[in-house]
């Protein structure tokens, strides 16, 4: 097994399914660009996380703030207010890692608590306190890249090389968290697709995926209904709105397990699971690996 496809330690709970593991979205949003507002009310949460886990899912991922460009901001309280309920019940009621998809230190202490075993911090665990937060909490970190902040990321993204730019940028991050005492079991490297990243940022991090696993972490890849697929698969006409980007999705995806991708951020987890069996056997060359 390469490094980055050893198994993945959450806080007591381990990731070690050899297959491309799958991250089921959940937004207690209500402004997410694709499917903010359905899930504001935490039965409504929950029962939707349940049934991702029943559909295969092998960790959650709540968010309570979306990242997408122009959105809202969300207080400290509101943002607390909208994911701990949630992963508290989720905490107990699967077995499953639970992680918070945050930006702000006092929330992933407050998910932390509350019993969650990862921290995903889109902004790549910049700030100290969020480091420090993680580390003591004993939690995996999922770090990702982004050019800029949400509000400004989109304007101009510009790199020299988008991959080499990236791959330096999550190999200095990880050093970071690993100098603040989390062990390589616990860090997750995302190239941040569709985070200050044109169309063409986005292929090519997808391409030549192989040089961001190359620095030994596990990769996860969250393509999942992006705005660069819509573009993709317009065909002349309008492009497709976000709820209708699952072909585009699964092909995404598919090729990110196929360049070595350990996982994925998904909002359709059925349609994952069954097109990411059939890619991990054909990437083993046998059957049994993705099942
Ligand atoms: N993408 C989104 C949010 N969090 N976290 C990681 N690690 N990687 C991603 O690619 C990623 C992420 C954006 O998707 P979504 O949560 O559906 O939208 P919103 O931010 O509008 O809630």
Known sequence: MTPSHAPIHCRGRRLTRPGTLIMGVVNV????FSDGGRLT?????????????????DLLDVGGESTRPGAAAVSVDEE?????????RLVSETRVPVSVD????????????????????????????????TAEGG???????MQGTPRTMQEKPTYADVVKDVAQYLRGRASALESAGLPQECIVLDPGIGFGKTLDHNLELLNRLPEICELGYPVLVGASRKSFLGTLT???????????????TLAAHVAAALAGARMVRVHDVAAHRRALAVADAVRAGRREVGA
């Open 29 to 32: 949003t209500p402004d997410s």
């Open 41 to 57: 009310d935490v039965d409504a949460a929950v029962a939707h996380a349940l049934r991702l886990v029943d559909e295969g899912a």
């Open 80 to 88: 607390v207010n909208r994911v701990v309920p949630v992963i508290r």
């Open 102 to 133: 945050t930006m702000k230190p006092e929330v992933a202490e407050a998910a932390l608590d509350a019993g969650a075993h990862l921290v995903n911090d889109v902004t790549g665990f910049r700030d100290a306190r969020m480091i420090r937060v």
């Open 139 to 145: 939690a995996a970190a999922v770090c990702m890249h």
């Open 234 to 248: 317009a065909f002349g006409g309008d492009s497709p709105p976000a709820t209708d980007r699952l072909e585009g």
